[in-house]
């Protein structure tokens, strides 16, 4: 079974800086996508960005220049760097493994951008 752990999120205030990290355990197959979504009260979850296990990355308009996604392939592991944050970006941020056409989701981790 494949597990999903989001950590790093947290209260920041508007302008900072927050680094998330998402470690996946369980049999996983080497040839994935790992990506970070987010779900703010009241609207559908979103993507933020995503990156395959060849490094290749896609973002969300409203992340490009700020939001920079990576991963280590030893560790099973994705982050996300968010720097420049805005009180929009306040959110539960989801961690998702995705092998062919399987998705696993993490818990969640809340994200609060005050003004």
């Known amino acids: 079974q494949v597990q999903l752990v989001e950590s790093g999120g947290g209260l920041v205030q508007a302008g900072g800086s927050l680094r998330l990290s998402c470690v996946a355990s369980?049999?996983?197959?080497?040839?994935?996508?790992m990506g970070w979504y987010r779900q703010a009260p009241g609207k559908q979850r979103e993507l933020v960005a995503t990156i395959t296990s060849g490094g290749r990355t896609n973002y969300a308009d409203f992340v490009k220049g700020r939001f920079t996604i990576s991963r280590d392939n030893a560790k099973n592991t994705v982050f996300l760097q968010m720097n420049s944050l805005k009180p929009e970006d306040t959110a539960v941020y989801y961690c998702?493994?995705?092998?062919?056409?399987?998705?696993?989701w993490g818990q969640g981790t809340q994200v609060t951008v005050s003004s």
């Open positions: 998702r493994l995705t092998v062919v056409t399987v998705n696993y």
């Open positions: 369980g049999s996983i197959f080497s040839v994935n996508v």
